[in-house]
């Protein structure tokens, strides 16, 4: 294996050119704009950013697009890049200032970089252990937009610590932010003191701003170390290198590995696996490829781990697939026409649909009245308490798969869902001091929409996909936090009983007010029924700041009975 050197300048030429290319083994671009961030400061202060593995061959490897644009590759041999694809695609987005294609949808990654930043590192980075970058949060992968709870200034004493921000309109305004593509365009400083208002020389921001420009250009001479792959290796040795480099490493999922496994056995598969991942996301369901894999192996094999994924022979995995699909397309339709989930958004675990895909399949897509109507509350059952988000996820969806592979029945489903929680009815001890990433908050979406609820102000009934900021739903503190600050903790301020679902617009209207301001007269108004439909007691002595847990209690109650009713009735 060779080494080499190549500045990040270079690299990105490469894949300007087509120079550089992805081979189909490669998991697609996944990174959020915070970790492009934290990329670039990384690279800003000098700190390591690990290796570049590369292949060069001339043998015809099957590819996939890189999510930024490429030239058509104008040599005989082809360099492909093994480890490093993120880190290099987010580069390349960043310094040609060209917008990165994300399952399917492009979008830029702007970045801000503040020419006022403190000379010593002053935020720690926060790693998610269990974080996942397929869960795009710059995507509104959130089931619902919360209200501002930070106040501007609280939020700008924040930034003005950070080197580099995800963009923002108002903080675009500020003269000592500048975009970074916008800097790595030019090697004149002028436009960027001169909106600064930097005037001269004599202006002490001077030397300062322009050292700092000069320091973030000077990322593109960033040099990273490659080791390169000898030419002689085959497409299987290079598969298995990039395996157990990654194995290794931790670096990517089990999902990723039996990709590049499943690829490299059966060629050009990926486009297979992406085009029925967009017919999926057509109909509202934007799905991991993970998850599809998932489901591969579980029509494979019977169970939904990855580690005998290399034993699979193509003719397996072709009949595999089409089964899975099958399936899939059985469990969306399950969800949407008896279950009423029309969004992954609403799902606590995407591992559901596994499930139900298998079931179906067994059953030959030939359900009795009796099998849908159990079907319908073990899923629904499984999805509020959160089935498959306790302990080892696999280890759970495997046991579902196992009853139904051994030809068990949805009572046997129901049983073994009742081993895990002790009882399924939702109890109002259940809700206390759960907030809204709660599998119940998701379920409480659910009840409320199928009775009824509407926006207090347009009348809309809630949903999830509404057009305009104005009527964009999000979940409503109905005693506001700000009320409750310095009376109760932001745990109690964040009770899932505290939540109600109202339209954006409505939301800004009500901002600080207390309830015994602002919902009394909406009541007069309107009636109590739209309030009954989120559960919401109107009585005047419950709505008073020091009556505030008695709210959360007798709330409490009315949400599970609703939540109870709703589990429990005839689809």
Not at 13 to 23: A, C, D, F, K, T
Not at 212 to 228: E, F, P, Q, S, W
Not at 410 to 420: F, K, S
Not at 449 to 474: C, E, N, P, T
Request: proline share 3%; with cysteine; hydrophobic share 40%.
């Amino acid at each position: 294996m060779a080494k080499a050197e190549a500045s990040v300048e270079e690299l990105v030429s490469m894949i300007e050119r087509g120079e550089l290319r992805l081979p189909e083994m490669q998991r697609q671009y996944v990174w959020r704009s915070t970790r492009v961030r934290d990329l670039l400061d990384s690279l800003y202060r000098g700190y390591p950013s690990g290796a570049i593995l590369l292949w060069e061959t001339d043998e015809a490897v099957p590819l996939q697009d890189f999510a930024v644009s490429q030239s058509t590759n104008p040599y005989q041999s082809t360099r492909l890049l093994l480890d490093g694809q993120q880190r290099l695609t987010s580069l390349s987005a960043v310094i040609r200032g060209e917008p990165v294609s994300v399952r399917g949808r492009r979008r830029p990654i702007d970045l801000l970089f503040n020419l006022e930043h403190p000379d010593q590192l002053a935020v720690v980075t926060e790693v998610e252990e269990n974080g996942d970058d397929e869960d795009d949060a710059d995507d509104d992968s959130e089931l619902i937009g919360d209200e501002t709870d930070s106040t501007e200034d609280e939020l700008l004493k924040r930034f003005n610590k950070m080197t580099f921000v995800v963009a923002t309109r108002k903080l675009e305004q500020l003269p000592h932010w500048v975009k970074v593509s916008e800097v790595f365009k030019t090697d004149n400083d002028a436009p960027f003191l001169k909106r600064a208002g930097i005037s001269g020389f004599d202006d002490p921001r001077y030397e300062k701003y322009s050292q700092r420009l000069a320091r973030l250009r000077g990322i593109r001479k960033y040099v990273y170390r490659m080791d390169v792959l000898e030419r002689t290796l085959s497409y299987d040795e290079v598969t298995e290198i990039f395996v157990r480099v990654n194995s290794l490493g931790a670096k990517l999922r089990s999902s990723d590995l039996a990709l590049a496994q499943i690829t490299a056995k059966w060629r050009h598969s990926l486009q297979t696996f992406q085009d029925f991942q967009k017919a999926c996301a057509k109909t509202g369901f934007d799905l991991d490829l993970g998850l599809h894999l998932k489901n591969l192996m579980a029509f494979a094999t019977g169970q939904s781990r990855f580690q005998i994924v290399g034993s699979l022979n193509v003719e397996k995995l072709q009949k595999a697939w089409k089964e899975a699909c099958d399936g899939m397309e059985f469990a969306l339709n399950f969800l949407r026409s008896n279950l009423g989930i029309d969004s992954p958004a609403l799902l606590s675990s995407p591992f559901l649909l596994v499930v139900l895909a298998y079931f179906g399949h067994s059953r030959n897509y030939a359900l009795s009245n009796d099998e849908a109507r159990q079907l319908r509350y073990w899923a629904l059952a499984a999805n509020a308490k959160g089935r498959f988000s306790r302990g080892s996820s696999e280890t759970i969806l495997d046991q579902d798969l196992a009853i139904i592979r051994n030809g068990g029945g949805v009572n046997e489903l129901i049983d073994r869902l009742r081993l895990q929680f002790g009882h399924l009815e939702i109890t109002p001890e259940e809700l206390e001091g759960r907030n809204q990433r709660s599998a119940l908050f998701k379920t409480m979406f659910l009840a409320f929409r199928a009775a009824g609820a509407k926006d207090w102000r347009s009348h809309l009934a809630i949903a999830l996909d509404h057009s305009g900021s104005q009527h964009r739903l999000q979940f409503h503190h109905i005693f506001p936090k700000a009320l409750l600050r310095g009376s109760y903790t932001p745990r109690e301020a964040d009770d899932i009983a505290n939540l109600a679902f109202i339209g954006g617009k409505t939301n800004r209207a009500i901002s600080d007010k207390a309830p015994v301001t602002y919902l009394l007269p909406l009541v007069a108004q309107h009636g109590a029924a739209p309030f009954a439909a989120q559960c919401i007691p109107v009585e005047e002595e419950l709505l008073a700041l020091d009556h505030y847990k008695a709210f959360l209690q007798e709330r409490r109650k009315r949400i599970a009975a609703a939540l109870n009713a709703f589990i429990h009735a005839v689809a």
